[in-house]
C-alpha cells in the first residue's frame, strides 16, 4: 500500500564492500565510508536499517553501518560535506523527527533502566530511543576502519576513491603492497570537500612490508585518497579509534 510504497527502507542507496562503504551521490561522484562491526553488512544489504532521512531544515540525519552522520542537503553539497556524529552498538531500524524530537528504534527495552533517553512501552515489550539531534553526540565517538584499497588491482598514478578521514580521533594508516620492487604511495588529503586535493606525503613501500603512519592530532582533512607509481595489488588501510 502507499505506507509501504513511501516509507519502506529504501535498499541498495550504498553498497558494502570489503574495505568501506561505498556511496555514489546525484553527481555520480564516488565517496567511501568506514565499516563498523560486522553485523552490519547483512542488516544493511537486505534493507533492514534505514539509511537516510531529512531530520531538520537542510539537514539530513545519514545512517551507515553503525554510525550516525550528518549531511547537508545535495544543494550545500551533500556527501561532501558528511560529518560523522556518532558509532553505537544499536541495530537501529529507523528514525524519524517527531515534534522536535529526533525518535530511533530497534532499542532493547533493557537499556530503559539506565538510559534517560530510552522510553520503554507499559507492558516492557517495546522501546524507543527519544531526544534532540545534538544528543546523537552522546552513543559514542565516531569509530571506524577500512580503507579504499583492499588487496585492490591499483593502477600506476590513477587516484583511489576518496575516504572519509574528517572528524575522527586517533587515526591510523597502513600501506602495503603485492610487487616485487619498491612503488612509491602518493597521499592527498581534501581540508574541505570542496576538491581541493594537496600533497600530504609520499611514502616508499618495500616490497612484503607494511608501512606505517599515525596522524598527529593536529591533522586536519575531510578526505583522503592514494595513488601508486606502478600497477601493482595494493592495501591502504584506515582505523579510526
Known amino acids: 500500500g502507499f505506507i509501504r510504497e513511501q516509507f519502506a527502507i529504501p535498499q541498495q542507496v550504498v553498497e558494502v564492500e570489503k574495505g568501506s562503504v561505498l556511496v555514489v551521490d546525484d553527481k555520480d561522484r564516488r565517496w567511501r565510508l568506514p565499516l ?9 544489504g537486505r534493507g533492514v536499517l534505514r539509511i537516510c532521512r531529512e531530520v531538520a531544515t537542510e539537514r539530513d540525519l545519514f545512517s551507515c553501518h553503525g554510525t550516525f552522520y550528518e ?33 530511533l528504534t530497534g532499542v532493547t527495552p ?10 520503554v512501552s507499559e507492558d516492557g515489550k517495546a522501546a ?10 552522546k552513543l559514542g565517538k565516531p569509530t571506524g576502519k577500512g580503507g579504499p584499497w583492499v588487496n585492490s588491482d591499483v593502477k600506476a598514478k590513477i587516484a583511489s576513491d576518496p575516504y572519509l578521514i574528517g572528524f575522527y580521533d586517533q587515526r591510523e594508516l597502513t600501506l602495503s603492497h603485492s610487487s616485487a620492487n619498491d612503488v612509491n604511495i602518493t597521499i592527498e588529503i581534501d581540508p574541505t570537500g570542496n576538491g581541493d586535493w594537496m600533497k600530504y606525503a609520499v611514502y616508499t613501500v618495500q616490497p612484503r612490508q607494511e608501512q606505517r ?28 579509534d
Not at 563498523?36 to 544493511?44: D, M, Q
Open 36 to 44: 563498523g562491526e560486522e553485523a552490519y553488512t547483512s542488516l544493511t
Open 71 to 103: 549531511l547537508p542537503a545535495e544543494n550545500a553539497d551533500g556527501y561532501a560535506k558528511i560529518r560523522p556524529v556518532a558509532t553505537h552498538h544499536y541495530r537501529i531500524n529507523d528514525y524519524a523527527s517527531y515534534r522536535g524530537m529526533l525518535v
Open 128 to 137: 524507543v530511543w527519544a531526544g534532540v539531534i545534538d544528543d546523537l553526540w
Open 213 to 240: 603512519h599515525r596522524f598527529p592530532a593536529s591533522f586536519q582533512a575531510r578526505w583522503i585518497r592514494f595513488t601508486a607509481s606502478a600497477d601493482t595489488q595494493a592495501t591502504a588501510w584506515l582505523s579510526y
Open 110 to 119: 533493557g537499556e530503559g533502566k539506565q538510559n534517560p533517553h530510552v522510553i
